[in-house]
């Protein structure tokens, strides 16, 4: 069974960074595109990065380019995201998603599964 | 930068058919793909590449895309289809999720 376990939300105060992870297992990590997307309460679903199979290929949201940094690690089966000058606006329950291609960009890309997510509080 | 712009809701008797619509520029030049979100559990893709269903999603979903407009169809809506619906698209490597749409099955 494909699983996909993120790990390190919690309560954050403004301009200090936090360091999302996501464990995968049930398949071949390194053959897939990982993405990161994030839903604030209440709100919409947000893409806010992606990286290739082979970490290649990377793009982030124009909303966190130059704070987050997309990252993995093949050998660990994870996923990452390290965030830096965190803002209240990016509060949200963070998810990690496989793609269903080893590179994205393509156009027709989705995502399956995704993980339950982590939540980032982002406060005073 | 490129938008999806959804319905806020759609409400829908038992049995009856929901429309969903997606609308952005040229979206019809693109793939779409919907996913279905209910309360406190995680998206699942209900449709891919404009019109296909992924194994284990109901045949009374169907999908279409031309022009500037996708569309999601729920055909005999069952109560179990009441959620948050997002169409995707992707733009110049940039993914961008729909508005999203509150389906009530009344």
């Known amino acids: 069974e494909v699983q996909l376990v993120e790990s390190g939300g919690g309560l954050v105060q403004p301009g200090r960074s936090l360091r999302l992870s996501c464990a995968a297992s049930?398949?071949?990590?390194?053959?897939?595109?990982m993405h990161w997307v994030r839903q604030a309460p209440g709100k919409g679903l947000e893409w806010v990065s992606g990286?290739?199979?082979?970490?290649?290929?990377?793009g982030y949201a124009d909303s966190v380019k130059g704070r987050f940094t997309i990252s993995r690690d093949n050998a660990k089966n994870s996923l990452y995201l390290q965030m830096n000058s965190l803002r209240a606006e990016d509060t949200a329950l963070y998810y990690c998603?496989?793609?269903?291609?080893?590179?994205?960009?393509?156009?027709?890309?989705?995502?399956?599964?995704w993980g339950q997510g982590t939540l980032v509080t982002v406060s005073s | 930068s490129y938008e999806l712009t959804q319905p806020p809701s759609v409400s829908v008797s038992p049995g009856q058919t929901a429309s969903i619509t997606c609308s952005g520029n040229k979206l019809g030049d693109k793939y779409a793909c919907w996913y279905q979100q209910k309360p406190g559990q995680s998206p699942v893709v209900v449709i891919y590449?404009?019109?296909k269903r992924p194994s284990g999603i109901p045949e009374r979903f169907s999908g279409s895309n031309s022009g500037n407009t996708a569309t999601l169809t729920i055909s005999g809506t069952q109560a179990m289809d009441e959620a948050d619906y997002y169409c995707q698209a992707w733009d110049s490597s940039t993914n961008v999720f729909g508005t999203g749409t509150k389906v009530t099955v009344l």
């Open positions: 590449q404009n019109s």
């Open positions: 990286i290739s199979w082979n970490s290649g290929n990377i």
């Open positions: 998603a496989k793609d269903i291609y080893g590179d994205y960009g393509f156009g027709d890309n989705w995502f399956d599964p």
């Open positions: 049930g398949f071949t990590f390194d053959d897939y595109a």
